[in-house]
């Protein structure tokens, strides 16, 4: 590996090590909104069952995620953005 490159790498996981221990400050910060499942799968009109099974997921998860015990990541956080800006295409596409 190339000895400037290594010594970037190294110099970034000292940045990092300090940040996790509250020594330096966070340089950045992004915050990305999950999709609110729950008011998703309401505004559509289904139930737990259906919303999950539409979803392809367990209603456990679901339930999870309605109850914010855990936030959809992912395909399926992209997934309920779909169903969230065009219900009626998502649903065709899904039932099919």
């Known amino acids: 590996m190339d000895q400037e490159l290594f010594g970037d790498l ?7 090590k300090a ?11 992004f915050k990305v909104d999950a999709p609110d499942a729950g008011a998703i799968r309401e505004r559509m009109g289904l139930s737990q069952s259906e919303f999950a099974h539409l979803m392809r997921v367990s209603v456990k998860t679901l339930q999870n995620w309605e109850q914010h015990r855990r936030n ?10 779909i169903v ?8 065709k596409a899904l039932r099919t």
């Open 19 to 29: 940040i996790s221990r509250g020594e330096a400050p966070v340089s950045r910060r």
């Open 72 to 81: 959809p990541t992912g395909p399926a956080a992209a997934l309920l953005k």
């Open 10 to 16: 190294l110099q970034s996981l000292k940045e990092a």
């Open 84 to 91: 969230l800006a065009s219900p009626e295409v998502a649903l």
